[in-house]
């Protein structure tokens, strides 16, 4: 087991009103900051943790942390389901993707509600799939939130998840500290204008846990199997697991 302290920076009775309002203040730029931190390489991780379903044909998903429903609505685009709820804490984040589904003409099928992840309101075995990207490490408590993924989803159903995570080998290990704890939150701070938003997702990352630590905490948290993949020299990782 782990201790939360590990995963988060602040303590987590206040972490989740900190979470919603921060998000909620760099809502207008968070698409570009994310495109342009990433050098636009976020989008290839997307689809990849996208098809990692698709021989699964899922019908009904649930994407956690959807924030602006970049994931949500590329995961509609591709999979083609009857149902696809993006849920999240953060109102300013769903308004953007809100706009952007009526824009795809997605709205017969995506829908946002804002949500507890950790104490979700749907009933147990409700999704075919359940997705995340890039929000898991906000959680102010994992296991919780894990557990609550896992419960919600239909037995024989899958977890993809795409997260950031810290590189193990050299130089990208290397380069990627520098890179996390120098250009990212200086320019982030800049567009965005938030001075802690950016610091905030450096820290995140690096206390999140990774690899096989990960696949560990999502079998304990009620899945069957659980598998990872690193992508772009370890910046990021993808899960997949079966409940």
Not at 21 to 50: C, E, V
Not at 181 to 194: E, F, N
């Amino acid at each position: 087991m782990y201790k939360q302290e590990e995963i988060t920076p602040y303590h987590a009775g206040e972490k989740a009103a900190q979470v919603e309002q921060m998000f909620d203040n760099i809502a207008p730029t968070y698409d570009m900051l994310n495109h342009r931190l990433s050098w636009d390489i976020d989008r290839g991780w997307r689809k990849k943790a996208i098809l990692q379903l698709a021989p699964h044909q899922p019908q009904t998903i649930l994407d956690i942390a959807t924030g602006t429903g970049d994931f949500a609505i590329m995961a509609a685009e591709m999979l083609h389901p009857n149902k696809l709820i993006g849920a999240d804490i953060s109102e300013g984040m769903m308004k953007i993707g809100r706009q952007k589904v009526k824009e795809k003409g997605l709205d017969s099928t995506i829908a946002f509600e804002k949500e507890d992840c950790l104490s979700l309101s749907y009933s147990n075995d409700s999704f075919d799939a359940v997705t995340a990207a890039f929000g898991i490490r906000n959680f102010a408590n994992l296991d919780k939130g894990l557990q609550e993924m896992c419960r919600v989803l239909k037995t024989g159903g899958h977890l993809s998840i795409v997260e950031l995570t810290t590189p193990v080998s050299f130089p990208m290990k290397q380069f990627f500290h520098i890179y996390s704890h120098t250009v990212l939150p200086l320019y982030g701070r800049i567009i965005s204008r938030d001075s802690s938003a950016y610091s905030y997702l450096t820290k995140t990352i690096e206390a999140f846990p990774q690899g096989e630590r990960m696949v560990e905490i999502l079998k304990n948290a009620g899945f069957s199997d659980a598998s990872f993949k690193r992508l772009t020299f370890g910046i990021c990782t993808m899960y997949f697991a079966t409940k």
